[in-house]
């Protein structure tokens, strides 16, 4: 028998203007578990990040984390109970060091100007440099975050949601716009991640997916049509005729 789920949607169902983007969605991810989520243009695949960070509101069904449930309450709240969103676009301050990113997150703090008051812990010295390991980015910590490349401004962003300490984190297609390096770079990094906490990553690129070699659920239509590791996904003949539009 599986444990308890960590994350749980449960019939889920959201209507924008009469539009079913999310039609019946049960899903469920395991503790320690990392899952890819593929699924066409309109799939819904977004709509259901926006359902479990509370930024959209499911019309019906229930959304659970850690057993508890999610659907009444807003997006800092979510964000509190330990799930953390990584956007599509890297939002970094550019003027500021790859460090002083890092520290920002750490301290809470929203904008630039307030480190100019904060003092840096020896906690925060010591997580800082781990953060750096783990985003592979040590030896551009006095770099300001404008000078790098498409590929560590995501780290970075990644590093700085680790900072808040999330259980889960949600990626949105990291690896768009990112070199084939990068992009393999990315999957090592997410594993690494995946180590100590949950991950959900949306992403449209394959071999990145196959890189990550976890299990892939595959939307349509605002709900489940297969759920497995990517080979056996791939050659599901349901899911071939929704991506080749059959
Ligand atoms: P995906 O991320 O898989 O491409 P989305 O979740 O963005 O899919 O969208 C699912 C469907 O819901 C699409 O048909 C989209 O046009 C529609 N949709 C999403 N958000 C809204 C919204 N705020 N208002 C109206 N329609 C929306």
Same mark, same amino acid.
């Given at each position: 028998?599986?444990?308890s789920?960590?994350?749980?949607?449960?019939?889920?169902?959201?209507?924008? /203007?009469?539009?079913?983007?999310?039609?019946?969605?049960?899903?469920? !991810?395991?503790?320690?578990?990392?899952? $890819?989520?593929?699924?066409?243009?309109?799939?819904?695949?977004?709509?259901?990040?926006?359902?479990?960070?509370?930024?959209t509101?499911? /019309?019906?069904?229930? *959304?659970?984390?850690?057993?508890?449930?999610?659907?009444?309450?807003?997006?800092?709240?979510?964000?509190? @109970?330990g799930?953390?969103?990584?956007?599509?676009?890297?939002?970094?301050?550019?003027? @500021?060091?790859v460090?002083d990113?890092?520290?920002?997150?750490?301290?809470?703090?929203?904008s630039?100007?307030? @480190? !100019?008051f904060?003092k840096?812990?020896?906690?925060?010295?010591?997580r800082?440099?781990?953060l750096l390991?783990t985003?592979? !980015?040590?030896?551009?910590?006095?770099?300001q975050?404008?000078?790098?490349?498409?590929g560590q401004?995501?780290? @970075?962003?990644?590093?700085?949601?680790l900072?808040q300490?999330p259980?889960?984190? !949600? *990626?949105?297609?990291?690896?768009a716009?990112?070199?084939?390096?990068e992009?393999m $770079?990315t999957?090592?990094? #997410?594993?690494?991640?995946n180590?100590?906490?949950? *991950?959900v990553? *949306?992403?449209?690129?394959?071999?990145?997916?196959?890189? #990550?070699?976890?299990?892939?659920?595959?939307?349509?239509?605002?709900?489940?049509?297969?759920?497995?590791?990517?080979?056996?996904?791939?050659? /599901?003949?349901?899911?071939?005729d929704?991506y080749?539009?059959r």
């Open positions: 028998m599986n444990a789920p960590l994350l749980e949607l449960r019939n889920v169902s959201v209507s924008f /203007d009469g539009f079913r983007a999310i039609n019946d969605l049960s899903l469920s !991810l395991q503790p320690g578990e990392m899952r $890819a989520i593929i699924g066409p243009n309109g799939a819904g695949k977004t709509t259901m990040m926006d359902i479990i960070t509370g930024k509101r499911p /019309d019906t069904g229930i *959304v659970r984390f850690e057993g508890r449930d999610l659907t009444r309450l807003d997006e800092p709240a979510i964000a509190r @109970l799930i953390g969103r990584k956007f599509q676009k890297p939002t970094v301050f550019e003027a @500021l060091s460090r990113n890092l520290l920002l997150s750490l301290k809470g703090l929203r630039p100007f307030s @480190l !100019l904060a840096k812990t020896e906690v925060e010295t010591f800082i440099r781990a390991e985003t592979r !980015l040590a030896a551009r910590a006095e770099e975050a404008g000078s790098l490349s498409h401004k995501q780290w @970075l962003e990644i590093g700085m949601l900072g300490e259980q889960l984190l !949600l *990626v949105d297609e990291p690896v716009g990112m070199t084939d390096a992009t $770079a999957a090592d990094l #997410l594993r690494d991640i180590r100590t906490r949950s *991950v990553v *949306v992403e449209h690129d394959m071999e990145f997916v196959r890189a #990550l070699n976890v299990s892939v659920t595959v939307l349509h239509e605002g709900s489940v049509l297969a759920e497995g590791p990517l080979d056996e996904v791939s050659a /599901d003949p349901r899911v071939i929704v080749l539009g």
